[in-house]
């Protein structure tokens, strides 16, 4: 019997935060361009946001959507690319080389192959070193090693994509991406190890300290499915707004507090965490959930696959939710610049021009679906039954 994720809540003493554990020192707010922050008082989202999952888009090998396959994700390349288009945040994955360099990259695993053997290395037992050994390399003429990946059936593939990039590091990102573009820290463990408060406290001081010294004015969020993870990248700072990460009940866990949006909550307003981030399909089978997460005054985003569909996200709008994570970065925030966020009509001394604005404006207010409340509620009960697996 296969085990989805391993119990944490047991790992003794998580409420007690070691001394040096001095992160709790950055406790002045900063977090700028929109995003307001305070959990003493609240937290506020106040536009509709679009983030770049991984940055331009994830990869997935065996799409035959090219999109899907075109930027490398988790990449300075992937994430410079998203910047181009009206695009709040970029996500992406951080773990933490065994020499204490945080690192961005999604997979527990490295694959590659060895005069045809193809082995694994987790990643958080690679040295930074060994982890920038893996694919293009920086330097000109020289050849990485081969970077293979393991899909969810367990397929091996090479990992072709149209344009590659070399691996980065955490300090890489906030050196060399666009400056205007936020940041959503995904703070990434593996579902099947039980980690020691130790090893989390170790990891998360590695990922802040890079945070702290480079970060300057960017707006940042922390996020993580791991939910000792998310409680204790709180304990240790005050600066950034931490969301817990969940499947909504989509997926069933071990770990009970994973299991559902209610569930979620709790996490958050007994940890002080600022909001939720969950599978689109969890909110969309249980819409009244989105009402009491904004009564708790809880902040709420989503991900998933239906995030890539302009409809689906014009109907989370709709429903409150205050952002979405996406994989076709170009499609939905041109999507969203026309379906959601208010169009740019202003007045003109001269006639002509105010006319064409206006033309505009009526282009982007048509584009929009047009509900009323009784058919917005229709679709509100619909939906949880059109999304059963």
């Not at 300090?171 to 995904?186: H, R, T």
């Not at 970060?215 to 931490?242: C, G, M, W």
Request: charged residues 25%; contains cysteine.
């Amino acid at each position: 019997m296969a085990l989805k994720a391993v119990h944490v809540s047991d790992v003794p003493n998580l409420d007690h935060v070691p001394d040096n554990a001095s992160f709790s020192l950055y406790s002045s707010p900063r977090f700028s361009k929109g995003v307001e922050l305070g959990r003493t008082t609240s937290f506020k989202v106040p536009k509709f946001l679009v983030i770049g999952h991984r940055g331009n888009g994830m990869n997935n090998l065996q799409s035959s959507d090219l999109r899907m396959k075109a930027i490398k994700e988790n990449t300075i390349l992937s994430f410079n690319s998203a910047a181009k288009y009206p695009l709040d945040f970029i996500e992406f994955d951080v773990q933490v080389t065994k020499d204490g360099c945080p690192i961005i990259f999604h997979d527990n695993f490295i694959y590659s192959d060895d005069n045809g053997t193809i082995y694994e290395k987790r990643t958080t037992e690679l040295s930074l070193s060994e982890f920038l050994s893996y694919g293009p390399q920086k330097e000109e003429g020289s050849v990485g090693k081969t970077l293979l990946r393991k899909t969810k059936d367990g397929k091996i593939l090479n990992w072709n994509v149209e344009s590659d990039d070399y691996m980065c590091t955490l300090q890489e990102a906030f050196q060399k991406v666009n400056p205007s573009l936020g940041f959503n820290i995904e703070l990434k463990f593996d579902d099947h190890v039980v980690y020691q408060q130790e090893y989390l406290t170790h990891a998360l001081q590695s990922i802040l300290e890079v945070v702290f010294d480079h970060a300057k004015e960017r707006p940042i969020i922390f996020s993580s499915f791991h939910p000792d993870a998310a409680l204790l990248v709180k304990k240790l700072q005050n600066t950034y707004p931490v969301f817990f990460l969940t499947n909504g009940g989509t997926e069933i866990f071990y770990d009970s507090r994973r299991n559902s949006l209610e569930e979620a909550m709790k996490v958050c307003l007994e940890g002080g965490l600022e909001g939720i981030v969950s599978e689109v399909r969890g909110i969309f089978r249980n819409p009244g959930a989105v009402n009491k997460i904004k009564e708790s005054k809880l902040s709420l985003l989503t991900y998933g696959k239906l995030n890539n569909v302009a409809e689906a996200v014009y109907m989370q709008h709709l429903m409150g939710v205050e952002g979405v994570i996406v994989d076709l970065v170009q499609e939905i925030t041109e999507a969203v610049l026309k379906m959601v966020k208010p169009s740019p009509l202003s007045s003109s001394d001269e006639g002509g021009e105010e006319e064409e604005i206006l033309l505009e404006g009526e282009e982007q207010v048509q584009s929009r679906p047009q509900f009323s409340q009784r058919e917005l509620s229709f679709l509100l009960k619909l939906i949880p039954e059109l999304i059963q697996q």
